[in-house]
């Protein structure tokens, strides 16, 4: 069983770019969430999607946005690149629950570098 | 809002000797908190959860944690290191009855000598 997969594993840009990252999640799991992860910081929650759309939104500016496709998996998308996007990028899949915790769980990140 | 506040950005101990990771939180409603583990160039790794019920929890990879409503912390403990154990650490806190997002601490670097 494949857990939560994400691509790609690191990526260059320049200021000013755009940029795509994907992500699959684990078998079974109907809702993604994204994060960023700075260096030496904790992950910070960017959005999460479910049904295929916005489920959730935490503090980041539009240019971040996002989708989820009818297979559940999902893209985030980032325009207008500027340095500080520079990070590790994670998405975590989980089951959606009515008023309860569904663990997550997270995928491996794709490394982001903004020259 | 809520918060966690991680003591020490990193943690050195000897193999074999205690590991004592410390996380206090805030949080206006009863919280859901969780150690995570991330290995390098890896994702973040579920060790334990907090979910309201025993307040001691156990987790993978022999260790545990234990929930002080009156300290507002959730220190995470190994009774041994081993070099295995060597990673970083989030503490992680979610609200209970909401969308259970979780806000991570800055996390604390776990280095375990021989």
């Known amino acids: 069983d494949a857990g939560v997969t994400q691509s790609p594993t690191h990526l260059i840009k320049t200021r000013g770019q755009q940029v795509t990252l994907r992500c699959s999640p684990k078998?079974?799991?109907?809702?993604v969430s994204w994060y960023q992860q700075a260096l030496g910081q904790g992950p910070q929650f960017i959005f999460q999607?479910?049904?295929?759309?916005?489920?959730q939104r935490g503090n980041f500016p539009d240019r971040f946005s996002g989708h989820q496709f009818p297979n559940y998996s999902s893209e985030l998308n980032v325009n207008a690149l500027l340095l500080g996007d520079s990070a590790l990028y994670l998405c975590?899949?989980?089951?959606?629950?009515?008023?309860?915790?569904?663990?997550?769980?997270f995928g491996p990140g794709t490394r982001l570098t903004v020259l | 809002a809520q918060s966690v506040t991680q003591l020490g950005s990193h943690v050195s101990v000897s193999e074999g000797a205690l590991v004592l990771l410390r996380c206090n939180y805030s949080?206006?409603?009863?919280?859901?908190l969780f150690w995570y583990v991330q290995y390098p160039n890896q994702g973040l790794q579920l060790l334990l959860k907090?979910?309201?019920?025993?307040?001691l929890v156990k987790g993978i990879n022999g260790f545990e944690a234990e929930f002080k409503k009156s300290e507002t912390s959730f220190h995470l403990t190994k009774p041994s290191a081993h070099m295995s154990d060597a990673a970083e650490y989030f503490c992680?806190?979610?609200?209970?009855?909401?969308?259970?997002?979780?806000?991570f601490g800055r996390g604390t670097s776990l280095i375990v000598h021989p």
């Open positions: 999607y479910y049904e295929e759309e916005e489920r």
């Open positions: 949080s206006s409603v009863p919280p859901y």
């Open positions: 992680a806190v979610a609200i209970s009855g909401g969308s259970y997002i979780p806000t």
């Open positions: 907090y979910t309201s019920a025993a307040t």
């Open positions: 975590a899949s989980s089951l959606v629950g009515q008023g309860s915790y569904n663990e997550q769980f």
């Open positions: 078998s079974g799991h109907d809702t």
